[in-house]
């Protein structure tokens, strides 16, 4: 069925399995623009080869959370998701309707990708399709942990994802605001409406004003 739709997106069948050498085949045959690596592990992207389309890696074992920086390292990697369901089964979580069982996680994943100077990572899945406040309320909680996307399993969810990683008006705003005066001041601190304004403030005024350009 890949081989007849030919998606954009292909995602392959783990390192470990019986089935990866023939997916590696079907990869140079259908070309892709992206290449969804799951149970992903520095092994597992070598396996891959050094050539062909970008990688997301789904982090989704405890040796690939440990190995998530080395991961992302991996001059093919261009982002990293984060896999709870598998995750969550190997360590034994229980999950929680604040989604605190994989706070730790979450973290690793998006320290991890800032530290290899990649994007930032797509969060976990969010397995009810029906459930339109939660999946809108663990959006703003991922953004808020770094997270900048979230993988979906339903065309309904895509909307309310974009709509909650995508800068508000009033954050835009405000990072003009930040930006304008910063660069007009010619000072590394400023106040702007009582607000202490110095270089990382301004940087992440500069980065809202980058994702709202890129969507």
């Known amino acids: 069925m890949v081989a007849r739709l030919k998606p954009p997106v292909v995602r392959i069948n783990g390192a470990d399995t019986e089935w990866f050498e023939d997916d590696l085949v079907l990869l140079a045959d259908l070309r892709p623009d992206v290449v969804i690596l799951p149970k992903s592990s520095p092994e ?8 062909g389309p970008p990688v997301i890696a789904i982090v989704e074992t405890a040796q690939g959370l440990r190995q998530a920086y080395e991961t ?75 997270f900048r996307g979230k993988v979906c399993i339903h065309p309904r969810q895509v909307p309310i994802v974009n709509r909650a990683f995508a800068p508000s008006e009033r954050e835009v705003a405000w990072a003009k605001r930040v930006v304008d005066e910063f660069e007009a001041s010619g000072s590394g601190v400023l106040a ?15 980065r809202i004003l980058q994702e709202r350009s890129e969507r």
């Open 44 to 51: 597992a992207v070598a396996a891959l080869g050094p050539d």
């Open 72 to 146: 992302a390292s991996s001059p093919r990697v261009h982002a990293l998701v984060i896999g709870a369901v598998d995750l969550g089964a190997e360590l034994g979580l229980e999950p929680r309707g604040d989604g605190l069982e994989i706070l730790y996680a979450r973290s690793q994943v998006v320290v991890a990708a800032a530290a290899a100077g990649i994007r930032a990572p797509f969060d976990i899945v969010h397995l009810d399709v029906r459930d339109d406040n939660g999946l809108e309320t663990e959006c703003w909680f991922a953004r808020s942990l770094g």
């Open 192 to 206: 702007v409406n009582g607000e202490m304004i110095d270089l990382p403030v301004v940087e992440r005024a500069r």
